[in-house]
Structure formats: C-alpha cells, structure tokens
C-alpha cells in the first residue's frame, strides 16, 4: 500500500453533537456587559440573536445535539470533509515533520461559514422567521448565509460594505443566484443608511454601518431575525464540526497532532478545527501547540485582553476579549477575512490562560502569498487568502529543526477561486 494520504468518515459518520468548551473551562468566562451609559445591550440579545442561538451562547453543557434534518444538510454540503497528509508539500520542503490539512476549501460557497450558516437558518425557521438579515465585509458570510437560505427556504438580505461590493462582483452575483437580495450599503433601504447615503451615494461604507443596517432591518420586520458568522461563543460550537471529524481522523491515521494551526480573524474557524483538541488539553493533559496566524494589520491577539465593543457601531454588548480597540482603522488586505478588530471571547480566554500563540504577517501579504504557492505547487488545492495565512504559518513550523518528527495539522478554511485577482495583484503572475 502506498502511504496514506487522505482519511475520510462516512455520512453516518457526520458528528451528531457539537462541543461546547465551556463545560470544561478551568473557571466561567466573564460575562457580557452594559456599558455605564445608554440602553442595555444585554437586554437587546433577545431581539438580535436567533432563540436557540443565544441558549447555546450561554450553555454550559458539554455537548449539544445536531438536529437529524441539520446532519442531513451537512451531508447535502459534503460534509464529512476529507484530512490530508501533505506528503508532496513534506517532500518539497525537505521537512521531518508530519503534515496534515483539513480540507474546508470543499465548501459550495468557498469558506467554512457555511457550517454555522446552515445551522443559523435551520433554527431561524424552526422559530418561525422567514428572513435573515446580515452584513458582509469580505463577502465569504453573505454568500455562505446566501447559499443556507436558498437550502432551507428562506429568505436573505445582504448589506455588503460598498468599497467591497464594487470590486466583487462574482461573489455578489453568486449570492444573487442563490436568491439574496444584495445591498452595498450605506444604502437606501434603511434610516441609518439612508443618512449617509443621501449626503454620498458613493460612501464606502464600513463593517459597523453594514451592521448597523442589517440590524434595523430585522428589528423592524416581525419575520426576520440577524445572524453573526464569527466571534460569538455558538457560532464557534456550530464550527467544531471541523474538529470533530479532525479528531476521528486522527485515529484513523493513527496519529495526534502536536502543532495546530488556523487563520484567525475573529476566530471561528480556528475554534471550529482547534476546540475539541483544546478540550482534551484541558481535560484529558494532552499537550498540543495552538497557533492563531494573522495580519500584521489586524494582530487581535497581540492586543489588550479587556472589554471592548465587538461592533463599530456599539450596539452588541461589551465582551472581555483581546482587542485593538473598535475604532481601529485597519489598512485593506487580501486576506479581509482576517480584518476584525478583537479575536472571540472564548479564545482569548483561552489565549489569557496561556493555552494560544499566534505570529502576525506584514500586510503586503508578499511572504504570505509566496508560501502558499509552495503549497499549490506541491498539493494542487487552491486556498482562499486567509487560509495561506495558516499554510505559511504551518510551512515555517515545518522548516525548524525542533519540530522534526512531529505533527503539524492546519486548516484550509476556503478556496480561493474568486480571489485570482487578489493573488494576481500581489504575486504579479
Ligand atoms: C471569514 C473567513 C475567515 C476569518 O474568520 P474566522 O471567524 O476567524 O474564521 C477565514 N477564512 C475564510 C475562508 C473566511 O471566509
């Protein structure tokens, strides 16, 4: 037989729980706060977040159910997906090392977003709601949000950051297949929008305003509710379908992994892929290396552990997490998926307990970019540009020396295939 190079599980196989860290956190996360002044932002949750979402945002169990019709989307979403071991990018590099990557690039819409996605509309319409209202910055989330309403029948409006709306247009007529209405906002729809929008009908817009809009709108409208596609403690439990089938695949492999590595923007697919494994850290003395990789124009990790808003706009609660402060103005990037101000409250508990690294790469993206192509050249999968990020991260680890027999796991959240232009501007093909 030759060696192994792929692991993968049956459809029955599909987790049929999602694990919840905070059953098994050495003391409670801090808790949500009001700001000292104006309307509570807690008292508010119930109007944003969908009914069990915000349950499970607050559980403190281990271990919580999927839905058999939601293991049936997940299966209609290819999923369980493969783990390979990179043995041509381990002979290119010349490394001792033992590599493996989890292949969320296989994901209809290109982004692991649509594992929380499928799960936010499921529930949305078990609770009765016919519309999803979102923002969007990079664009990975309205697709993915898109892409779940057309398979559970309901309804999604898009406000899309316009700067990114404008030089998008695949991903915007893909979101528009799946039946989205798509807005760049600031747009005319909303009273909040409709302010900036009639002073400049060319306003960029920014990831608060987009928010801002998305929020109006389901506020105003009985049938429709909000969705967040990171940072929030349910959306990182909804993720660790990644991590769970990681770990089934470990065992087939006959191996464990001693470095692990994801991208980090707000940190929903590195929680997803390194959660359960932190788990067995906590619980089981498993020793593993976890390592958030990121932009040196957004280093959320390397920030202040404090409590800080999670929007521009100031209307979630405050959470306790690392952060650069929500006003931060960051430079643009390919990579935008990674462009968040703070890194989730579970995480940079997590990061505060000692448990997370991270390394941050110059913003010209060049030393990023030039890695993964190494990648590409040696395994033929075309990453998105926030998963190079854990790809250069990983390919580093691999080239010293210590790390030589060991096992480095990364995770590829997405394909890049609507971001040639991207690369093209960077790599100059
Ligand atoms: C959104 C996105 C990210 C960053 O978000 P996280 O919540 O940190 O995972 C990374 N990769 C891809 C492909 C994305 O779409």
Not at 47 to 75: H, N, T, V
Not at 177 to 187: K, Q, R, W
Not at 242 to 271: H, R, V, W
Not at 400 to 420: Q, V, Y
Request: with cysteine.
């Amino acid at each position: 037989m030759p060696e192994l190079r792929q692991v993968n599980l049956s459809v029955e196989e599909i987790p049929d729980k999602w694990y919840n860290i905070q059953a098994d956190l050495p003391e409670p996360l801090p808790p949500p706060l009001d700001p000292e002044t104006g309307e509570s932002r807690i008292a508010n949750l119930p109007k944003m977040l969908i009914g069990e979402c915000l349950k499970q945002e607050f559980s403190q169990d281990r271990w919580i159910p999927i839905p058999e019709d939601l293991r049936s989307l997940y299966a209609q979403a290819g999923r369980p997906r493969p783990l390979f071991r990179a043995l041509n990018l381990e002979k290119r590099l010349g490394t001792k090392a033992r590599l493996y990557y989890k292949s969320e690039f296989y994901s209809p819409t290109g982004s692991h977003k649509v594992n929380t996605a499928l799960a936010q509309c499921y529930y949305a319409q078990k609770e009765g709601f016919e519309r999803l209202t979102t923002e969007t910055g990079a664009g990975q989330w309205g697709t993915a949000l898109a892409y779940a309403a057309a398979l559970t029948g309901m309804k999604c409006t898009v406000y899309w950051v316009r700067a990114v709306y404008s030089w998008k247009p695949q991903r915007r007529n893909l979101m528009k297949l799946f039946g989205a209405e798509v807005f760049a906002s600031p747009s005319d729809k909303t009273e909040f929008g409709r302010k900036l929008f009639s002073k400049d009908p060319n306003h960029p817009g920014s990831l608060g305003i987009a928010i801002s809009e998305g929020l109006e709108d389901s506020l105003k409208d009985p049938k429709a509710t909000y969705s967040l596609g990171s940072v929030l403690n349910h959306v990182l439990t909804h993720q660790t379908i990644i991590g769970l089938e990681t770990q089934k695949q470990f065992e087939k492999f006959g191996d464990y992994p001693d470095i692990m590595i994801a991208c980090l923007g707000g940190g929903s697919n590195f929680g997803g892929f390194t959660l359960p494994f932190l788990g067995e850290v906590l619980t089981k003395g498993k020793k593993i290396r976890f390592i958030g990789a990121q932009s040196q124009v957004a280093p959320n990790l390397q920030g202040e552990y404090r409590y800080d808003f999670a929007d521009y706009a100031e209307m979630t609660p405050l959470l306790k997490m690392y952060t650069l402060g929500h006003h931060l103005n960051m430079a643009p990037i390919k990579g935008d998926g990674l462009r968040y101000h703070a890194c989730s409250p579970l995480l940079s508990f997590l990061r505060h307990k000692g448990y997370i690294d991270t390394i941050a790469y110059p913003g010209d993206e060049k030393k990023v970019f030039g890695l993964m192509r190494d990648f590409v050249r040696a395994e033929g999968f075309l990453p998105a540009p926030e998963s190079a990020y854990a790809i250069a991260c990983a390919i580093e680890e691999a080239k010293k020396p210590e790390n030589a027999g060991k096992a480095i796991a990364f995770n590829i959240s997405g394909h890049g295939f609507m971001d040639m232009d991207g690369y093209d501007e960077v790599l100059k093909f």
